[in-house]
């Protein structure tokens, strides 16, 4: 389940067994909470699980332009969420089927009230949910961008290969963004 994502070569965070995974792991074993309601909830820093409902986007957005300025590209593993840090790398779990996926939170998004996340078409296709089209989910931040620069563990760390928490914590840590540009949709 690694994300194969380009690290920059200035960043070392590591996730050993110290701080930050205990941290990880408290967070792990907190309930998952509702994302707050509204169509701009405040960005969430905490790594706290999020639940409620997935979505995936449709082939018309294709090519768009996403929240971070690159063009959405349905083949890949970047997703949409109101509340997490552009950046952020979590693991996606359909409670549905028990099936999990590794996303980077690119864009902002979904609108439709409950939906917490909005993954592409090959995401949504490894979490089995093509034929449903929205399911339950839970979202557990593994590494999430500080504003202060740098990145934390969240809750998701505990639940992937330390290997694969300290890839996204590297990748996390590059992606830190001074400012998160507001979507336009």
């Keep these: 389940m690694a994300l194969a994502l380009p690290v920059a070569a200035h960043a070392e965070p590591e996730l050993s067994d110290g701080p930050a995974l205990r941290e ?3 967070l792990a074993e907190q309930p998952p909470v509702a994302e707050p309601p509204g169509r701009r909830p405040p960005i969430d820093h905490s790594g706290r ?3 409620g409902k997935a ?3 449709g082939e018309e957005f294709r090519g768009r332009k996403m929240a971070n300025g690159k063009r959405f590209n349905p083949d890949s593993t970047v997703a949409a969420s109101k509340s997490l840090p552009l950046g952020t790398v979590a693991k996606v779990t359909n409670l549905k089927t028990g099936k999990s996926a590794m ?4 864009d902002r998004g979904p609108y439709a009230q409950g939906r917490v ?3 592409t078409p090959k995401t949504a296709k490894k979490l089995d949910m093509i034929g449903d089209g929205v399911v339950p989910v839970v979202v557990a931040p593994v590494a999430v961008p500080q504003r202060s620069g740098g990145a934390k ?3 998701g760390a505990a639940e992937v290969p330390a290997s694969t928490a300290t890839e996204a ?3 996390a840590a ?3 963004p001074p400012e998160e540009p507001q979507a336009r949709r």
């Design 103 to 106: 996303v980077r939170i690119e």
């Design 169 to 171: 914590l590297q990748q």
């Design 174 to 176: 590059a992606a830190a």
């Design 153 to 155: 563990a969240g809750a």
């Design 49 to 51: 699980k999020l639940r």
């Design 117 to 119: 996340v909005d993954l």
């Design 55 to 57: 979505s995936f986007y």
């Design 24 to 26: 990880a792991r408290k």
